[in-house]
T-cell receptor, first 113, second 112 residues
Framework: DQQVKQNSPSLSVQEGRISILNCDYT??????FLWYKKYPAEGPTFLIS?????DKNEDGRFTVFLNKSAKHLSLHIVPSQPGDSAVYFC????????????FGTGTSLTVIP | GAGVSQSPSNKVTEKGKDVELRCDPI?????LYWYRQSLGQGLEFLIY????????KSGLPSDRFSAERTGGSVSTLTIQRTQQEDSAVYLC??????????FGPGTRLTVL
């Protein structure tokens, strides 16, 4: 039972444009969300997070939006750069029920120069 | 090396053999996680260690899987009597009491 879903396995975007990666979740107890970036043959690296008390968190070119009523979050990258080409994983946790994180299946982003 | 390290980076084994995968977390990190990623799948939680507390083993797929964390540092994931469906990348992550997990590069396990 996939509690965190990334329905787009891949995304291609022109350099300089906006990349929008989407993530949906089913468990209303989730209150902490993270995005990880993964290059081939490397482990995932933390990118940005958001707590359920917020609906937006921004860090440089990266912004995460959270819509709790829709159980949906998205990662915006603007402007997109070729170095952003990687697999992006969304993860969620219910902080009051332990520290288990649930990951999506990932979206492979290709930024075309 | 300040990051999480895992060994071996690649492991090929025959069905029915036992394997041990090692994880060296970042020094001082109290939490350690094991995940696996099968082809085309997301990261599947396996087990979580936090300090001296009993580990959360709720993600282990069968009793062939076990893990230990000795001295609150190095962890070993053991898979007994490996099956072909165990083939995956096994990832280890560590963290402080906060939420950001630092991942190792993973061990790619192939069971023939």
């Amino acid at each position: 039972d996939q509690q965190v879903k990334q329905n787009s396995p891949s995304l291609s975007v022109q350099e300089g444009r906006i990349s929008i990666l989407n993530c949906d979740y089913t468990n209303s107890m989730f209150d902490y969300f993270l995005w990880y970036k993964k290059y081939p043959a490397e482990g995932p690296t933390f990118l940005i997070s958001i707590s359920s008390i917020k609906d937006k968190n921004e860090d440089g070119r990266f912004t995460v939006f959270l819509n709790k009523s829709a159980k949906h979050l998205s990662l915006h990258i603007v402007p997109s750069q070729p170095g952003d080409s990687a697999v992006y994983f969304c993860a969620a946790s219910a902080t009051n029920t332990g520290n288990q994180f649930y990951f999506g299946t990932g979206t492979s982003l290709t930024v075309i120069p | 090396g300040a990051g999480v390290s895992q060994s071996p980076s690649n492991k090929v084994t025959e069905k029915g053999k036992d394997v041990e995968l090692r994880c060296d977390p970042i020094s001082g990190h109290t939490a350690l996680y094991w995940y696996r990623q099968s082809l085309g799948q997301g990261l599947e939680f396996l087990i979580y260690f936090q300090g001296n507390s009993a580990p959360d083993k709720s993600g282990l797929p069968s009793d062939r899987f076990s893990a230990e964390r000795t001295g609150g540092s190095v962890s070993t994931l053991t898979i007994q009597r490996t099956q072909q469906e165990d083939s995956a990348v096994y990832l280890c992550a560590s963290s402080l009491a906060g939420w950001e997990q630092f991942f190792g590069p993973g061990t790619r396990l192939t069971v023939l």
